[in-house]
């Protein structure tokens, strides 16, 4: 038995199966020519943010632009770090934002669907360490018994030396250990790591082509990195290579902070034996701060967690239809030339990202909450208000579900018409949009305008009071205002007052204002012969006459 055996058999003396196994237990996806297979692989280490939104969405996108497949793996390794309910928030928020998942993790349960599993990476130990131990045979990984006080020391005497620091060359102590040396320091009860045994020179350089970036060139790897941990857990770098063949993957599309990780990548999928993924490196979501760029921060940007849009009630599909502007230059003019399209038919090209990350703008992402809530029917505005108010905001649920019916015709006013009004961004709006509805929220104000005087506006609400019928048409209501006008001085056809402001007070539209008022307490809301109607007569008229004693 030659020495690389021996030493594989001393190392994993458990492992039994092959490559080959894993090979025809997970074989190549039968798919249409140019399906691109994409994942998001999170580790469970933390809440669902932005960043990660963003990552899957990209992925998604990618995976539909292509009659492909999208999965999410979940990489738990780093047991230290995990939460408690990492996986549900991350899977429920990818899942409350419409980010459908093919395969892999495809439920808040932690239920798992697909051929390809399982996709959490600590139930595949064993397959890791199968082509741990392949490697072990090839000659290529050893393992290192290294202290963390024993690796400082090398590190401070390279800084001492002013020579590059790492595990790489000469000072890789165990690159060379025999197979008794370390079945000796085995049985004193050492610990140890498998590290690979990189054939790597940092002299040569590796090139590949970023689906983002372009072309980048870099060093080869020569360092004697880990593959798997003293608990027999393998780092990232390793388990990647491995589930991202197995898996059939075809492109990573992940955060460019991952492109130095890359030759350490490359070299790993062709020790082996696997075919190289395409690779494409996301920049950062940025912020603008005092002037300058940076990331959007966990720490600092409330905006960061993705529990901030569910809180102040951006809907779901809002934000992602902004995020789809941030993730393509070209969205919007596709968006405008298809403004009832899906999403998923837009073809997306990676080429379109931006290569040194796109500003967030919450200004923007307003714009485009106005426009698509504008156009949802007023039965699914109240569904959804339901479900966020009884969350986030009890009172108003308790206001909106007492009477349903009333409360989907207050949001059904201007709704369903060519030029929908866009009054709502977020359903936390909604509230105050609707207060002068209910009672319980309506705060009168007595202000009038600065061009209408008191005894005016008591002259003609006491006036309107006598003759108006809530049964009117539109017509007829402004109509009933604008024969009330000659007798107090004021225009009934705005053009006659342009044509000779000095002859009236004002016009129809200023006394009709006035009215608004003393209904609403606002100024600009939406057609009040409909708000007067739903309020009901006795109320208006109650409203009315309480601002006349007010003013």
């Known amino acids: 038995m030659d020495s690389n055996k021996l030493m594989a058999e001393l190392l994993l003396p458990h492992i039994t199966k092959t490559p080959e196994f894993y090979e025809e237990l997970y074989p190549e996806r039968n798919l249409p020519e140019g399906a691109r297979v994409v994942r998001i692989a999170p580790s469970p280490t933390g809440?669902?943010?932005?960043?990660?939104?963003?990552?899957?969405?990209?992925?998604?996108?990618?995976?539909?632009?292509?009659?492909?497949?999208?999965?999410?793996?979940?990489?738990?390794?780093?047991?230290?770090?995990?939460?408690?309910?990492?996986?549900?928030?991350?899977?429920?928020?990818?899942?409350?934002?419409?980010?459908?998942?093919?395969?892999?993790?495809?439920?808040?349960?932690?239920?798992?669907?697909?051929?390809?599993?399982?996709?959490?990476?600590?139930?595949?130990?064993?397959?890791?360490?199968?082509?741990?131990?392949?490697?072990?045979?090839?000659?290529?990984?050893?393992?290192?018994?290294?202290?963390?006080?024993?690796?400082?020391?090398?590190?401070?005497?390279?800084?001492?030396?002013?020579?590059?620091?790492?595990?790489?060359?000469?000072?890789?102590k165990h690159r060379n250990i025999t197979v008794d040396e370390a079945k000796a320091l085995i049985e004193q009860g050492l610990p140890w790591v498998l590290r690979l045994k990189s054939p790597g020179s940092e002299e040569n350089r590796i090139v590949f082509e970023d689906g983002i970036k372009g072309k980048i060139e870099m060093p080869e790897n020569d360092e004697d990195f880990v593959l798997l941990k003293s608990d027999g857990i393998p780092t990232y770098h390793f388990a990647h290579a491995v589930d991202d063949h197995l898996m059939r993957t075809t492109h990573v599309i992940r955060g460019d902070e991952w492109i130095s990780s890359v030759p350490k990548?490359?070299?790993?999928?062709?020790?082996?034996?696997?075919?190289?993924?395409?690779?494409?490196?996301?920049?950062?979501?940025?912020?603008?701060?005092?002037?300058?760029?940076?990331?959007?921060?966990?720490?600092?940007?409330?905006?960061?967690?993705?529990?901030?849009?569910?809180?102040?009630?951006?809907?779901?599909?809002?934000?992602?239809?902004y995020l789809m502007t941030v993730a393509s230059s070209d969205f919007e003019d596709w968006r405008r030339a298809n403004p009832d399209a899906e999403r998923k038919s837009f073809k997306f090209n990676l080429k379109k990202m931006s290569v040194s990350g796109a500003l967030y703008d919450e200004n923007k992402l307003l714009d485009v909450s106005k426009n698509l809530v504008s156009k949802m029917p007023s039965e699914v505005v109240l569904e959804k208000l339901l479900n966020w108010s009884k969350q986030f905001d009890t009172e108003f649920y308790e206001l909106l579900s007492r009477d349903t019916a009333y409360a989907k015709a207050v949001f059904s006013i201007d709704r369903d018409v060519p030029k929908p009004r866009k009054d709502i961004a977020k359903w936390s709006d909604a509230k105050a949009y609707s207060s002068y509805f209910f009672d319980e929220l309506f705060v009168p104000d007595y202000t009038l305008p600065e061009n209408i005087s008191a005894d005016d506006a008591k002259a003609f609400l006491t006036e309107y009071c006598k003759v108006y019928d809530e049964n009117a048409t539109k017509e007829e209501w402004f109509e009933a205002i604008k024969q009330l006008c000659p007798a107090l001085n004021f225009a009934a056809n705005t053009k006659d007052y342009k044509q000779n402001p000095e002859s009236y007070k004002g016009h129809a539209g200023h006394l009709s204002t006035v009215l608004r008022i003393a209904v609403t307490s606002r100024q600009n809301t939406p057609d009040l012969c409909s708000i007067m109607q739903l309020l009901g007569k006795e109320k208006c008229i109650t409203r009315i006459n309480d601002f006349i004693s007010n003013i």
């Open 265 to 321: 990548h490359i070299q790993l999928f062709k020790l082996l034996g696997f075919k190289v993924p395409k690779f494409a490196h996301v920049a950062p979501i940025m912020k603008l701060d005092n002037g300058a760029k940076r990331k959007i921060s966990k720490r600092k940007d409330p905006e960061a967690a993705v529990h901030y849009f569910l809180e102040q009630g951006y809907d779901s599909n809002c934000v992602i239809e």
């Open 47 to 172: 809440y669902l943010h932005l960043g990660t939104l963003f990552m899957a969405l990209v992925n998604r996108i990618t995976a539909d632009s292509t009659n492909g497949i999208f999965f999410t793996r979940i990489e738990d390794t780093d047991k230290k770090r995990e939460i408690e309910g990492g996986i549900t928030d991350i899977i429920s928020g990818l899942i409350n934002f419409s980010i459908n998942i093919d395969e892999g993790f495809t439920s808040p349960d932690g239920a798992q669907s697909g051929n390809y599993g399982s996709y959490k990476q600590s139930e595949r130990a064993e397959i890791y360490q199968c082509f741990a131990k392949q490697l072990i045979l090839m000659g290529l990984a050893y393992p290192c018994f290294c202290t963390p006080e024993q690796l400082e020391a090398t590190r401070a005497e390279q800084e001492a030396q002013k020579v590059r620091t790492g595990y790489h060359g000469k000072w890789a």
